[in-house]
Each structure stands twice: as C-alpha cells, then as structure tokens.
C-alpha cells in the first residue's frame, strides 16, 4: 500500500500530515499528487469527503516551497463555489503548511474588504477565494493574476449550479497561460467538460467511484406517513421531528437538519427553539459573520442541532455528526447521498433519518434508485402527533380572536372549504399512529406550537414545488458575491458623479452664459501672477 512518504512530497508537509493523523492517501491523493509534484494539469473526479482538498493542497504547498510571494501578486489561486467551502479549504491549507512559512489570503463575500486588501498587498502565496469576490478586488484594481502559477477550482459541478462559470473563464483568461491547473467535479456535466478542454492542457485524469452508494456506516430510516391535511403537513412533521429526537435521547449527540427550502429552515430552527431544543439555522440569506458563528458553534459542540439548506451545508467536513434529519425529502436525488454523507464520517456509525409524507413517493422512488437500495422503514414513535389537531384548531381560534383578524379568517375560511373538499386523510396509507411500534416512548407532555405568524406562512407555501427555493437560494448566493461587485461598481459611479459635478457647471446644456463658465480666485500676494495671467487668459476667450 502506497503510504504518504512515497509521494515526493516537502518534509515539513509530511510532518504535518502526520500530525493530522492521516496515515494513508486515499485514493485521490494516491493518484493525484504524484502528477501535481510534477507540474502536470490535474482533472479530478470526486466528491467532498474523499479527501480532495489535500490531494491538491499538499503538492501546491510543496511546489510553492521555492520561491517568494510578491506584492499584489499571488502566486496560487483556489476558488471556490461557496463562503464555507473557500473557508474550509483555508482551515485545510493552515493544518498542512503550518510549518512552512507560506501565506494565505481567503477572500469571501461578506467580509470587509479593509483587511483582505492588506493582506494582498503584503504578497500571498496562496489566494483561496469565491470567484465574485476575486474579481470584484480585481476590478478595483487592488489584485494581479498574472503571477499566478497553480489554480485550483475546487467543486465545479456547483459552480456551473450557482452560474459562476462565466466568472472561472473570465479568471482563466486572466491568469498566465503557463499556469498549472488543477480541477475539481463530482460530475462531468457537457458545460464543465467544455471547460476542461479550453483551459487544461493535457491533464492527468484521476477519477474516484461517484458516491451513488451510502456508506455502510451509516444506518437510514425512512418514516413516511399520510398528514391529516395536506396543510397541516409542515406542523405535523416538525412534531415527528422531535419526536424522533427524543426517541434516539442521549445517542443523538448533534445532528443536522436539512429542509428543501430556506424560509423553511429558518422556521424549523424557531419551532426547535421554542421547544427548547439548542438549534440555531443556517442558509443563504444569513450574514456571513452570523454563518461562521453557527457553523463554529456546531463544530465546537456548543450547538446541538444545525438546521440546514443544502447550499449552505454540502460539503462541509464535520467529522462527528450523530444524526442527519432530512425534515424533507430532497427533490433531487443526488442531494440524499450529499446530506447522509454529513454522518457516518471517518468509519464512525451515523444515523440518517428521513421524514417524508405521501406526496413525497416519486422523489423516494429516484433516491432508491440512485442508492440503488430501498431505505428501510421505520415506525413512528408512540404519540408523535398526539394533541396536533387539538393545538391545531386552537391556533385557529387564536388568530380569530386576535385584533389582526382578516386574513387569519380568509385563511382558516378558506381552509374549512378546503377540508370540506378533500378526504380527512389520504385512505391509501394507514394513518402513522396505527403502525405497530417497534420501540415504545413516553412522549413528554407537549408544549404549545408557537403561533408565529412565519409559521402560518411557511404552512401556506408548503405544497409549492420545494426545488424553487433551492434554485432560488443557490441565485441568492451567487447574488451575493455579484451584489459585492455592483457595490464597488455603484461606488466607483458615485465617485465619478461627484468628480463631474466639482469640474464644472452641469444643468443648462449647450445654453451655458459664457461668463458663468470663467473661474475666479480670490487674490493674495502670492498669487497675483497667477490672477494676471487669468486675465489675459479671460480677456482674449471674450
Ligand atoms: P475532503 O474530501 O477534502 O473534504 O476531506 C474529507 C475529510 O477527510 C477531511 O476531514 C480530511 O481531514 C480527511 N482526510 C483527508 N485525507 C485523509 C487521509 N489521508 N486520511 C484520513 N483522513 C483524511
């Protein structure tokens, strides 16, 4: 077996490597590095979680070993799709070169521009970056690419997601055709492929199994069951969701929560809070600074339940997870294995449980078929959704008592028509409560559902095709990095209103009296030569 000290790689990388404990590749490492070491282009075909980030930091940290970092001009450049991942890939480059004295810069939407400005300026050896906010420093003039010798673009397949691949040609096109290229994708999409064969020049392909298949770490579960009301779905699952956190008790030790939809996040995190469950959301639309507070919290034990989009959550390493809770059923398939992949980490044993309703059958037919296995079932816990429909009718109550009394009428009005209308509960399915129970629970008395008016619109979107707010989310994120570049530029026109407006008269167009036109200064001695020669200058223009 191939071990780390066959790989040509510097010592004090091999140290550090070491130190992290690793004591194998794997097989990315194994077949990418050597050809790195070399100075060849690199085409990867890999998932997070294979251990790509150091099959391609470890050689870059080996090859900039010689050699010296110069102001405004790195010589390596990383990007990647999102805020988390940039950062993790500088967590990454700081545990392998930390002894080495090789600098980073990570540059991030969200961030001030003040700090990351310095650090360029300096000189850095290594830019890890979101392509938006790169070319937003490089549009500002505050950043060269043409010393770039290694670029890597980590995740392609969620750039050309996120709409970020006219930005990775336009960087290409930027940086020195010398360069060496490493390349990074799970898929090999038309787009991307069009891509590889632009900008790479004869690259070593280095392919690892596509993970269609869960890790036979991880135990799955799916508890399906028919919703009493199709609008009553979003209540009754976030009430199986705590029951199944209680059920597993002391076992589920953190646990990640993923909802299809952002809005939704947002409103299973409150809902866990108001219960008085340590969750705390995260998803696009969150400040970056309030992101990284989360995530840390997450990663240092100090917050138990993570609630998750998958934008914001794919691909980020946190080796012991417990739990992930798919509140809903991913819409694409291939989003199941992302998600279940977050436990069951590092040969640990994870639990991924899935809670779906009846309309949720052709998404859990296509993860079936992609993991090529059908997820067990499981059973309910006793009294998961006892007392729901009392709370419900009450909540109706509430807001028909209230001052703000309308539209809560319309809607419960409107509801009334709808449950008139359609069947109590989908016949074709027994009601949840009705299945035999493997493992009886004492459900602790219930606290009463906040009535939080997000609430009541979240339960009003729900039967809305979940993937638009996906797609919406992944724009939003794009938005970001491109909102950071339409700041600069609104600035930079602001800058040049104001230069216009000091360098002359504007309003009255070509009808400008001649004399409003002459500048006149106020005399002191020491510009009497001045003002003489403003005179003549006046008196031949008349
Ligand atoms: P990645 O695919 O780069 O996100 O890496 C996934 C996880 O694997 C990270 O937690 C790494 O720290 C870990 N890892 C990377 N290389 C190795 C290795 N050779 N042995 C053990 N763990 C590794």
Do not use: W
Request: hydrophobic letters at 35%; proline letters at 6%; charged letters at 35%.
């Amino acid at each position: 077996m191939i071990k780390f000290s066959d790989l040509a790689l510097d010592p004090r990388v091999l140290k550090a490597v070491a130190e992290a404990g690793y004591e194998t590749p794997t097989p990315i490492q194994a077949e990418a590095i050597p050809h790195a070491l070399e100075g060849r282009d690199v085409l990867g075909i890999a998932q997070t979680g294979t251990g790509k980030t150091a099959s391609f930091t470890l050689p870059m940290i080996t090859r900039l070993g010689r050699g010296r970092a110069r102001a405004r001009m790195p010589r390596s450049l990383v990007l990647a799709p999102t805020r988390e991942l940039a950062a993790q890939v500088a967590e990454n480059f700081d545990t392998y070169a930390k002894h080495t004295k090789l600098t980073k810069a990570l540059l991030i939407g969200g961030v001030a521009f003040g700090e990351q400005d310095k650090l360029i300026d300096r000189g850095v050896d290594v830019l890890i970056a979101t392509p938006g906010r790169l070319l937003d420093h490089f549009e500002r003039g505050k950043l060269l690419l043409q010393g770039v010798e290694i670029m890597v673009v980590d995740e392609a397949d969620r750039m050309l997601d996120m709409g970020f691949i006219p930005d990775i040609e336009r960087i290409f096109q930027l940086t020195p055709f010398t360069r060496q290229t490493l390349f990074f994708s799970a898929t090999m999409a038309p787009e991307i492929e069009r891509i590889t064969k632009t900008f790479l020049s004869n690259p070593a392909k280095v392919e690892v199994a596509r993970q269609n298949s869960t890790s036979a770490t991880i135990e799955q579960l799916l508890y399906q069951f028919a919703p009493s009301r199709k609008d009553r779905s979003f209540t009754e699952k976030r009430a199986v969701l705590r029951a199944l956190i209680k059920q597993e008790g002391e076992s589920c030790t953190n646990a990640i929560i993923f909802c299809n939809r952002k809005m939704d996040v947002d409103v299973v995190a409150k809902s866990l809070k108001a219960h008085g469950f340590d969750a705390a959301p995260i998803h696009g639309d969150l400040e970056q600074s309030q992101r990284m507070k989360t995530l840390d919290a997450f990663r240092d034990g100090s917050l138990k339940f993570l609630v998750a989009s998958d934008v914001a959550a794919r691909g980020l390493d946190i080796p012991a997870v417990s739990h992930v809770f798919n509140f809903d059923v991913p819409s694409h398939p291939e989003d199941y294995v992302h998600r279940i992949g977050r436990t069951g980490r590092a040969g640990r044993l994870g639990k991924a449980f899935t809670i779906a309703v009846t309309a949720d059958d052709k998404y859990l037919t296509n993860i079936q078929s992609l993991v090529k296995q059908d997820i067990p079932r499981g059973t309910l816990p006793e009294g998961a959704l006892d007392g729901l429909e009392d709370r419900a009718d009450r909540s109706r109550t509430d807001r028909r008592d209230g001052t703000d009394t309308k539209r809560g009428e319309r809607r419960s009005r409107g509801r009334e028509r709808d449950r008139d209308r359609k069947p109590k509960r989908d016949e074709s399915m027994p009601p949840a409560s009705m299945e035999p129970i493997s493992q009886p629970v004492v459900a602790e008395p219930s606290q009463p559902e906040p009535t939080m008016p997000v609430i009541a619109a979240a339960e009003q979107r729900e039967a809305r095709e979940p993937r638009r707010d996906d797609r919406r989310e992944r724009r939003d994120e794009r938005g970001g990095e491109r909102n950071d570049r339409r700041d600069r530029r609104e600035d930079r026109n602001d800058y040049r209103r104001d230069d216009r407006r000091d360098s002359g008269v504007v309003g009255m167009g070509d009808h400008v009296p001649d004399f409003i036109l002459r500048s006149f200064k106020i005399s002191t001695p020491a510009t009497e030569q001045d003002d003489a020669d403003d005179a003549v200058a006046a008196s031949s223009d008349a």
